[in-house]
């Protein structure tokens, strides 16, 4: 099943001995042509590691029955990433969640800028409606939680002095609601705390970070529960029945075992809200008899259907605390991301001097980013234009929140020139990166073993509690991470939708 992967495990070896000597990860001068280590063994030994430890995910060809589950695309080793842009991403991640709770508290900021969106994509105008409905009837639970990770690439240039790569670390999106990764990340570390020893390479936390998001995102909910005040209320979460759900339980489980079961969690199907709660003449929100503390959406994006809507509805009037708001849901949304980068929008969210500092560390991570929802104005003629004349200089995104539908290459051109007004509006450029190239083993399930070339995204979490009311900040932290890889040549690198595979970051 492994044939010609031999020789490249003691490849892969001297390519993390020579990173972890500060070398230049991405230049090997030597392929060896021999090897000690057994990769069929080594491989096998991650697989059963991966099923033992609960690296699974179940079959979309037996789905929705838990009866057969397979182990997650995984990278078998880490995949090497600046420490300088780890840290970067992990520091700014803080100011980050500060700035979307802002954006989300500001209904009118958002109602401006994400209309041209809703002029061709129901789903956002349904949920415009929602936030204007609860707006004009007025929030009943000032409280909030913003869960986020946002994620990032190494994009790497070169020094014209010395021929040197110099990095930058490079904002792709904000994700806040349905976040993947929190319950798989502190496991793919782990396999690779146990692969890197198989090879006799350094483990020390130092290379590999801790890494808890898990431990995080229960902490969140918690602390949503306590400032409810009711030791009664439940914790809801509500999700669709999808092959991903193995993700939902770890976290219900370990909500249950932190709780020593003092906390009731329910889960309800996405569909179902509307038929199963109630809400009460104050607002309450039940389930049954019991008052919902904290309703916590698994799974959001792409769902637009009336019975969805109505569920959003009676939870968004209700006084539980919602992960997430509605509003955080259109702060997410590309168009959000794009008008943000515009000069003195986030500084609008940051007036005061004092705040200088996190305005700075904010825009350091942007890249180039282009609105095209006014196709006359000259500026965004100039760059549809470029865009439709040297299309690999860029990436055409929807501005919907969640990943994937990107268009590359000759596709933009094509694209740019039969999208109606509403669909460019829909949609924004974004400047392609050079991101950083290592090769790794990507191993998934009923497939050989390939060693590629791979190119890496490196996502933060974190959480902040608030009140959307008095603009107070009661929690504002930044804890764990998760990284995604995919072949340098696959364009989409979703693990449930495209060529993606888990993986976490080896500093240098």
Known sequence: MLSNLAICVEFFVLFAAKFLTNANPTEIDHKPETLDVNIEAMVEDAINWAHIHGLVIRTKEISPKNDIAMFMPFALFPTPFPREMFEQARDVQTAMQLLYFRVASDFEFLREHIQSVAASEDRIRRLLEIAQIVHDEGIKQPLTVVVMRSDYMCDVGKNEHTGEPVYGLKQIETNIGQIGGFFNAPYITNLHRRTMANAGLDTSNDFMPINEPDAMVVDALIMA???????????????????????????????????????KIVQIPVHEVAEILTLDNDFSLRFGTQKVAVAFYRS????????????????????????????????AQKKIQQVLALPGMVERFFPSANEADMVATIRKTFTGLWGLDNPEDEATKSIIKDAIDHPDKYVLKPCREGGGHNFFGEKIPEKLREFSRAELGAHIL???????????????????VQFENIVSELGIFGFLLGNVHTKSVQHNVQRGHYTRSKPQEAEEGGIYGGDGVVDSPLLF
């Open 225 to 263: 529960w306590k400032a409810f005040g009711d030791k009664d209320a439940i914790i809801l979460m509500v999700a669709l029945k999808v092959y991903q759900t193995f993700q939902q339980y770890k976290m219900h489980y370990l909500l249950e075992k932190v709780s020593k079961n003092k906390i």
């Open 300 to 331: 959001q994006t792409g769902l637009n259907n009336p019975k969805y809507f109505a569920g959003q509805l009676m939870i968004e009037r209700s006084t539980a605390i919602k992960i997430p708001s509605v509003t955080q849901i259109l702060s």
């Open 430 to 448: 974004m400047q392609k990166l050079t991101p950083l190239v290592v090769p790794n083993f990507l191993v998934r399930p009923l497939q050989d």
